[in-house]
T-cell receptor, first 117, second 113 residues
Framework: GAVVSQHPSWVICKSGTSVKIECRSL??????MFWYRQFPKQSLMLMAT?????????EQGVEKDKFLINHASLTLSTLTVTSAHPEDSSFYIC?????????????FGSGTRLTVV | GESVGLHLPTLSVQEGDNSIINCAYS??????FIWYKQESGKGPQFIID?????DKRQGQRVTVLLNKTVKHLSLQIAATQPGDSAVYFC????????????FGTGTRLTIIP
């Protein structure tokens, strides 16, 4: 089945620094990937839709200059949290669609736990 | 605004019993629904899905029921096992061509040994 690899699984960074999270579709090509943020005991909130070869589409309230998304190939999307602050500490999850299989095949990565200190 | 929500935030079930997790949605244009299981510190794992042209779909130990009249979705887990303990989310894809999934608030299911 479709596999999405997310790296790193956890990261601790100092306030003011930037962190890059990678999301790879291992056995399929994904023209569209999605980035979610999940705070403790809460649901997944969509941050942005990453489109291969074009600009990402951000959800309302998500700062595009703070959460930089790059989708340079059909198998890789990256999310960079710039100038991270403690309030950015969260669980970040990516998702990709494998249109080669099911009509609506959404597969999720294992998530990245970001802690900003 | 449009939302997908759950009635019960927590549910405890005796091992071996059946469990039912409910979900309400407000977007009448929703045409595809998915149930996910999320274990602590992991990403969501697909359980079962259903299209709006169906009212029931069965998998291994799981059944999803869709009632479009009242915009209600449920997940039934039969003969629950300790490994079923997790948070369960319903998700909705609202419109054909719109790839975004909207997640419900989640229900924490605890299986009591």
């Amino acid at each position: 089945g479709a596999v999405v690899s997310q790296h790193p699984s956890w990261v601790i960074c100092k306030s003011g620094t930037s962190v890059k999270i990678e999301c790879r579709s291992l056995d399929f090509q994904a023209t569209t990937m999605f980035w979610y943020r999940q705070f403790p005991k809460q649901s997944l909130m969509l941050m942005a839709t990453s489109n291969e070869g074009s600009k990402a589409t951000y959800e309302q309230g998500v700062e595009k200059d703070k959460f930089l998304i790059n989708h340079a190939s059909l198998t890789l999307s990256t999310l960079t949290v710039t100038s991270a602050h403690p309030e950015d500490s969260s669980f970040y999850i990516c998702s990709a669609r494998d249109l080669g299989t099911a009509l609506y095949g959404y597969t999720f990565g294992s998530g990245t736990r970001l802690t900003v200190v | 605004g449009e939302s997908v929500g759950l009635h019960l935030p927590t549910l405890s079930v005796q091992e071996g019993d059946n469990s039912i997790i409910n979900c309400a949605y407000s977007n009448s244009a929703s045409d595809y629904f998915i149930w996910y299981k999320q274990e602590s510190g992991k990403g969501p794992q697909f359980i079962i899905d259903i299209r709006s042209n169906m009212d029931k779909r069965q998998g291994q130990r799981v059944t999803v029921l869709l009632n479009k009249t009242v915009k209600h979705l449920s997940l039934q887990i039969a003969a629950t096992q300790p490994g079923d303990s997790a948070v369960y989310f319903c998700a909705e894809n609202g419109n054909f061509g719109n790839e975004k999934l909207t997640f419900g608030t989640g229900t924490r299911l605890t299986i009591i040994p």
